[in-house]
């Protein structure tokens, strides 16, 4: 099975763009023959090494690609201070053109997987950084129709504002844009909330902002009946382990216990006995194959799979709600067997 490696590679700075007083965007150049490696869907993130505090460590953190595919041959992530964020000062401070940056490749399931499709967008403060990279590729290579909600303390801090008003005017039969200021209108209340749902809810949803603001949403979709499979969240958690270890990724199993294991991956079948203590995506590192991952934390998301037979446990979860494990979703870093047969699909 063959599948985009988690390797780290080194990108070059080519431009960094101050977005807003505490916002960044930083550009990347990709190396000649990468481009199959760093392509991506729009609404991914690319995982950053950043050096440490002491000397010689490093963090990881994942940032959305503001970037799109259909608009851009560069690569771009978008980066908001935060008034604690290591990470993120960080990079607003260092950050320059012509640094060398070690990243893993593009990521993430919060994807519009039809471009043709028609969307409610949901946005407040650094979640827009996604959710332009979709309306841009949607507005340049689909033909759906866009509504996107954009919630900001005031114009000043809104990233992107002109932009998207740019869009708005460019695009003006295919794209609305509301524009929410909390110095004007207060924080986004629910009635208006709801109502968008409401008069939408046969769309597809995708938010992307601060928890409270995405239960807002999430909320309020659920109470229009807006079914959860039009309904996609972006979750970032800040990661406690480093995904560019690459020497110490596979765990070593402890117990003879097996379940078979049958799983469909970039479009192959495969067949493995799998040891009851160690990971899904362990196992199938261990046996030669590519899943997709990222932070292996149960963080991020990028490791998504769907079980389709049998059940599995999930040690951690930072991101699936409970709808999301209903219908089968789970997170491959996390997720051990619990039968002793379990068939799962990431495709």
């Not at 940056?101 to 997987?113: D, E, N, Q, W």
């Not at 794209?175 to 209108?185: A, G, P």
């Not at 603001?213 to 979750?235: C, G, I, K, S, Y």
């Not at 006995?273 to 261990?286: A, G, M």
Request: proline content about 5%; charged content about 25%.
């Amino acid at each position: 099975m063959s599948s985009k490696r988690n390797i780290p590679c080194e990108l070059t700075v080519s431009q960094v763009v101050q977005e807003t007083a505490d916002a960044i965007s930083i550009w990347f150049d990709v190396p000649e023959g990468h481009w199959e490696t760093f392509s991506y869907d729009p609404g991914q993130f690319l995982t950053l090494r950043i050096p440490g505090v002491d000397e010689g460590s490093s963090v990881a953190r994942c940032y959305s690609l503001s970037s799109s595919p259909h608009a851009e041959d560069t690569l771009a992530v978008t980066v908001k201070r935060t008034a604690d964020g290591y990470a993120s000062n960080w990079l607003c401070d260092h950050a320059v053109p012509g640094m060398k940056m070690t990243v893993l490749p593009p990521s993430g399931h919060f994807t519009a997987k039809d471009l043709d499709a028609d969307m409610i967008l949901f946005a407040a403060g650094s979640g827009i950084t996604p959710i332009i990279s979709i309306i841009k590729s949607s507005l340049l290579e689909g033909g759906g129709h866009l509504i996107l909600f954009y919630a900001n303390q005031n114009a000043e801090s809104a990233i992107f504002y002109e932009e998207l008003r740019h869009l708005a005017n460019q695009f003006p039969e295919r794209f609305s844009l509301i524009e929410w200021l909390e110095i004007r209108q207060g924080l986004p209340d629910r009635q208006t909330v709801a109502d968008l749902c409401a008069e939408h809810r046969n769309r597809a949803f995708f938010l992307c902002g601060p928890a409270k603001f995405m239960d807002l949403v999430t909320d309020a979709a659920h109470h229009a009946d807006v079914p959860h499979r039009n309904l996609h969240r972006e979750v970032f958690q800040s990661l406690r382990t480093d995904p560019f270890d690459v020497d110490n990724t596979v765990s070593e199993s402890m117990t003879t216990e097996r379940a078979h294991l049958v799983v469909y991956l970039d479009g192959e079948r495969a067949e493995l006995d799998w040891p009851k203590d160690i990971s899904l995506v362990d196992i199938l590192l261990k046996e030669g194959f590519s899943p997709p991952y990222s932070c292996r934390e149960g963080g991020c998301g990028a490791c998504l799979c769907r079980v389709v037979d049998g059940d599995v446990e999930m040690k951690v979860n930072d991101v699936l709600v409970e709808d999301d494990i209903e219908e089968g979703d789970r997170l491959a870093c996390q997720s051990v067997p619990v039968t002793d047969s379990v068939t799962v699909t990431f495709d």
